[in-house]
């Protein structure tokens, strides 16, 4: 109760601080990462877009992500991963939610996913997210996983629900499984990968910590959510035993708390995987 106290009144107060700093999305960079880890040959790369972290309703607005679309289309993904947190706080937001609902539809790819965060299932109106997804013809993966392909390869793409909120579910999101197939895991919380190298996944793609939001020179980011602590911006490989695993986190889009961004720029990023 405390705890929801303190975040309310640190809301309410960056709210306030929303119409005297400039939208930090006017920053915006496309980074590129190049993996060479599919099974087969291709003659082009099978393209990922990732965004994370829009926290509608707070600082970002509808047509921030106007804008997002956009460059999103712009790169033709053959994939779009939207890895959690698309509302600030679904409870305290003012608009009607489902006016995003032909918006979100104009995302172009073959396939387009989603994973909850934090803030979406902090509150109340999970279902009402879960609703405009369906809508928008995004499917959310909630402890889920299924195959998809990318010219005749067999690529497993999954995802959990929120760990803080809800405990997502890595044995259920691999059931599906059943073979070695390159296997792509949106997990919210990128500090999960400590657990999630332990299975038979070969990337996974997580935003929650914003980069820390707040990145100082020496220092770097002071204040990281829990499990955005250690793993908060970029690639890293993890290692367990004779496997390695790829983890990405994203920068997101969105701010949360405070409308600011220092040295953490917002960030769409394209994977292009051979």
Excluded: W
């Excluded at 020179?217 to 204040?223: L, V």
């Excluded at 911006?233 to 367990?240: F, V, W």
């Excluded at 390695?244 to 995987?273: C, D, Q, V, W």
């Amino acid at each position: 109760m405390l705890k929801h106290l303190m975040y309310s009144f640190i809301d309410r107060f960056g709210e306030n601080l929303i119409p005297y700093v400039r939208n930090p999305l006017h920053k915006l960079t496309i980074n590129t990462v190049k993996l060479n880890c599919l099974k087969e040959h291709h003659d082009t790369p099978l393209k990922i877009v990732h965004i994370s972290d829009l926290h509608i309703g707070f600082q970002f607005s509808y047509d921030d992500l106007i804008q997002v679309i956009q460059e999103v289309n712009n790169l033709k993904p053959h994939i779009v991963c939207i890895t959690g947190d698309m509302f600030d706080n679904l409870d305290r937001f003012k608009e009607n939610s489902a006016r995003y609902i032909p918006l979100l539809k104009t995302i172009r790819a073959k396939h387009k996913f989603f994973v909850y965060g934090n803030h979406d299932q902090r509150a109340h109106r999970t279902h009402d997210l879960e609703r405009i997804m369906h809508h928008a013809e995004i499917e959310v993966l909630n402890n889920y996983g299924k195959y998809i392909h990318f010219d005749d390869e067999a690529i497993y793409i999954c995802g959990t629900d929120d760990i803080i909120n809800s405990g997502g579910n890595i044995q259920q999101m691999l059931s599906n499984k059943d073979n070695s197939a390159y296997t792509i895991a949106l997990i919210h919380e990128p500090d999960f990968a400590r657990f999630t190298k332990r299975f038979d996944v070969d990337l996974q793609l997580s935003g929650h910590s914003h980069g820390g939001q707040i990145r100082l020179p020496i220092i770097g980011a002071p204040i990281r959510p829990m499990l955005g602590r250690k793993y908060y911006s970029g690639l890293y490989t993890l290692k367990y035993k004779r496997r390695k695993m790829k983890l990405y986190t994203s920068n997101g889009l969105g701010t949360t708390h405070f409308p600011f961004r220092i040295g953490a720029r917002p960030e769409i990023t394209l994977f292009e995987i051979t």
